[in-house]
């Protein structure tokens, strides 16, 4: 009679596995519930702000809606997954390892799924923390509707029929929220629903003038809120600027820096009163 294989994986139960799940969860989520920084939305602009913020030993948490990363960052343009990118943001692709062709100056192509892979490492890497599978219901507000977190809940709740979703969502809090969330500018629009914001939506595509715009409109957009990526064109009005993703790149790296000033600010604020 032959003998049994050598096994080859570890001795685990079942109950070990679900055990390793639940505390692991809770324990990051737990640890999560109060952040320096809240980012709603894990495309390429939230993912850029948080691997730069993160750098700086700012505590980061990403809230994604969806069962991954990356957004239209995976498929580039028309479904043909290249990503393109204007001159200088292909000094980020640089920075991250993604290899790129170069069909005419100042314009660069890489594959998307690549160049998507390595910012979700870079993100995550640097120390930033992701909570995917996750909407925004809400905000948290304090004095002066200084936006101070986000209502979240599971994104599945939204699914079921409405007479049995009385499923409560829960809240979590940062110095600062940043607005990631593309087209929607989900978190401005809770804004403009109290009357506190305006939300123009996207003016029609001019690359040419679009992506430099959303570079120069990123930041502060209420207090204790910053918007980048496609949410600044939607927030105030900017033409669209389709398959480049050089602004998303470039627009999450200078949140990062209005973000930073934020933080800086909100200490030299508390240092004032505690002295």
């Keep these: 009679m032959s003998s049994q294989p050598e096994p080859v994986f570890s001795k685990v ?7 390793a799940l639940t505390r692991e969860f809770a324990a990051r989520l737990d640890d999560c519930i109060e952040s320096d920084v809240l980012i709603a939305g894990g495309g390429p602009s939230g993912l850029m702000c948080a691997k730069v913020l993160a750098e700086q030993g700012v505590k980061v948490l990403i809230v994604e809606r969806n069962n991954y990363l990356g957004g239209g960052f995976w498929l580039g343009g028309y479904l043909m997954n290249k990503a393109v990118f ?10 991250i390892g993604v290899p790129y062709t170069t069909p005419s100056e100042g314009l660069h192509v890489a594959d998307a799924p690549h160049a998507c892979a ?14 995917n599978m996750t909407s925004v219901e809400d905000i948290v507000m304090r004095e002066g509707h200084r936006v101070a977190g986000l209502v979240i809940n599971w994104t599945p ?18 110095k600062v929220v940043v607005d990631a969330t593309g087209h929607d500018a989900a978190i401005v629009r809770l804004l403009e629903e109290r009357g506190l914001a305006e939300v123009k939506g996207c003016a029609p595509m001019w690359v040419e003038r679009s992506e430099d715009l959303v570079v120069q ?7 204790g809120l910053v918007v980048i990526g ?3 064109s939607a927030a105030h009005g900017l033409p669209r600027m389709g398959p480049s993703f050089g602004a998303m790149l470039l627009s999450g790296a200078r949140g990062a820096e209005a973000v930073l ?14 002295a």
């Design 13 to 19: 139960a079942e109950r070990d596995i679900t055990r």
């Design 261 to 274: 000033g934020m933080l800086e600010t909100q200490t030299s604020e508390a240092d004032l009163v505690h």
């Design 86 to 95: 204007r001159a200088p943001s292909n000094e980020i692709l640089d920075e």
């Design 118 to 131: 390595k910012l979700i490492a870079a993100a995550c890497d640097a120390g930033a923390k992701i909570q």
């Design 217 to 223: 409109h990123t930041g502060t957009i209420h207090p």
């Design 230 to 232: 496609m949410s600044v």
């Design 157 to 174: 709740v939204e699914s079921l029929p409405r007479q049995i979703t009385c499923v409560d969502p829960i809240a979590i809090e940062a």
